[in-house]
């Protein structure tokens, strides 16, 4: 598509001196008919703009190289770049070229653009009467006419999403400090003013009265996140409160996706209203975001809650403070994910880190899970020398978890340590099988997947053969297995098979 000749061309020079400035040394070169066509382009999204809303334009381009590019003209504020390449990727594209100059442009009552200065705007003090716009613009791979109105779709939620959280978060604040105010333990407290002093990427709240009322929403609860959780979740939770009048925090994951900042699932931080006289609980206060970086690198003596349950697993279990399985305890309790451990009993707590500390010095496979409040997610905990790491064995791990517990994954990350040892950490919703899969079992699994099938097939035959007789038929038959085979069952069910194949033949 070629850019119409308008009045824009006036603002061409000093768009052009905006984004040669924006380039970084490492980006691609950006020939001189390149960026030319790509102001343009800019030029024609931002030529009007209506005020406190996103200009979003998109369009297939390229000739030697077929590409889609996007221009997406807004007001300046956090999130922006981050937020959009994450609704990108999600998408399964990759981002070729992205650059971010923040313009000081003037515009009339219509949103029209009349000034772009020249001027880079350094600081958020305005030039004149001008006001800061951010531009992004984006080079990525071509896509059918399909793809391309499903991205937009997700990038005009994504945008709405960021602008409500950042328009709206005094308001959230307001509201988390409030709460801590409310709460009588003390640790408690203090764990949501640590949140609320910049440990947590705050989105949204809302107050879900019994009734099924949602009150007061604000930040992205008031857009994509209207309903944090399902009805029967919201009826557990307050029997979870109501089960025990001593609780007044519960933290748990929604299934929901942040578009904002990081794509992962929402934290929830849910506390009870209770009636004026008694303990009825009228509402629950819930609060959504993201644990920023430094919060989940956090020492365990620095975050509130979790260093009390440090304190207390290191004195059940007679650990020194500066002894080598004290420090041992503190490091797998600063390794483990912070945003999982918060929600979980102390004994699950102790029951993790202890089994992380007997791997650090002998790395090996393991696994571990763990159910969350209100038994809707299960943490699966998985670790492997990391040179037995690779893309196929996590998703096998990954197929493995889904199969057992009969859920759906719903997140993944890895963690690699400085030594030997990697840790992989899986989020499944067990909501519809309510089931926790045997530890036991998923180990032996484990095992069996990381020794290969032809080695897991003859193992499980040395249960009723002879080693000989097990490796003989399992270099005959194991390999016969499609993958759709092995990707469903596991080597003990091709044992069996192999037998029943066996008294066939004979």
Not at 36 to 42: G, H, K, L, S, T
Request: include cysteine.
């Amino acid at each position: 598509m070629v850019s119409k000749t308008s009045a824009n061309d006036s603002h061409l020079g000093a768009l052009l001196r905006h984004l040669k400035g924006a380039l970084l040394p490492g980006d691609t070169p950006f020939a001189a008919k390149d960026l030319d066509a790509a102001a343009r382009f800019i030029l024609d999204a931002a030529s009007n703009r209506t005020k406190d809303r996103s200009t979003l334009m998109i369009e297939s381009a390229g000739d030697a190289r077929r590409m889609l590019r996007i221009a997406i003209i807004n007001d300046d504020m956090p999130f922006l770049v981050d937020s959009i390449a994450a609704t990108i990727a999600a998408q399964g594209l990759s981002i070729e070229r992205l650059v971010h100059p923040i313009v000081p442009v003037e515009r009339d009552a219509k949103g029209a653009l009349t000034t772009l200065h020249n001027k880079p705007a350094k600081s958020a003090k305005p030039l004149g009467s001008a006001t800061r716009e951010s531009i992004i613009y984006i080079e990525t791979e071509r896509v059918d006419a399909r793809q391309r109105r499903e991205l937009e779709r997700h990038l005009k939620v994504t945008l709405g999403d960021v602008r409500a959280a950042v328009k709206d978060w005094p308001k959230v604040q307001a509201a988390m400090a409030k709460d801590a105010g409310l709460l009588a333990d003390q640790e408690n407290a203090a764990l949501l003013n640590w949140f609320n002093g910049g440990m947590l990427t705050q989105l949204g709240h809302l107050i879900r009265e019994r009734g099924g009322k949602t009150v007061k929403p604000c930040g992205i609860c008031r857009k994509s996140s209207r309903s944090l959780l399902a009805d029967a979740s919201y009826d557990r939770a307050f029997e979870w409160f109501e089960d025990n009048t001593t609780r007044e925090l519960l933290i748990v994951k929604a299934n929901r996706i942040a578009n904002v900042h990081r794509r992962v699932p929402l934290d929830l931080f849910i506390i009870p209203i209770r009636a004026a006289k008694g303990d009825k609980i009228e509402a629950l206060s819930v609060h959504a975001g993201v644990w920023t970086s430094a919060a989940l690198a956090s020492p365990p003596a620095q975050l509130p809650v979790l260093h009390v349950h440090s304190k207390q697993i290191a004195q059940d279990l007679g650990f020194e403070a500066s002894g080598h399985a004290g420090k041992a305890l503190v490091h797998a309790l600063t390794a483990i994910p912070h945003d999982l451990l918060l929600g979980l009993e102390r004994k699950d707590i102790a029951r993790l880190a202890t089994t992380m500390m007997g791997l650090v010095d002998r790395p090996r496979p393991r696994i571990a899970i763990a159910a969350a409040p209100l038994k809707r997610h299960l943490f699966a905990f998985v670790w492997l020398p990391r040179d037995l790491l690779s893309t196929q064995v996590r998703q096998d791990i990954e197929t493995m978890l889904v199969t057992s517990a009969g859920a759906q994954m719903l997140d993944w990350s890895l963690e690699v340590e400085g030594g030997n040892l990697a840790m992989l950490r899986f989020v499944l919703d067990i909501r519809q099988s309510g089931e926790l899969p045997n530890s036991a079992n998923l180990e032996a699994q484990l095992l069996d997947l990381l020794r290969g099938w032809n080695e897991g097939v003859e193992r499980a035959l040395t249960k009723t053969e002879d080693a000989s007789r097990a490796a003989a038929l399992a270099a005959r038959y194991a390999d016969a297995f499609p993958p759709s085979y092995r990707a469903t069952y596991a080597p003990k069910d091709a044992a069996i098979d192999i037998r029943r194949l066996r008294s066939l033949a004979t």
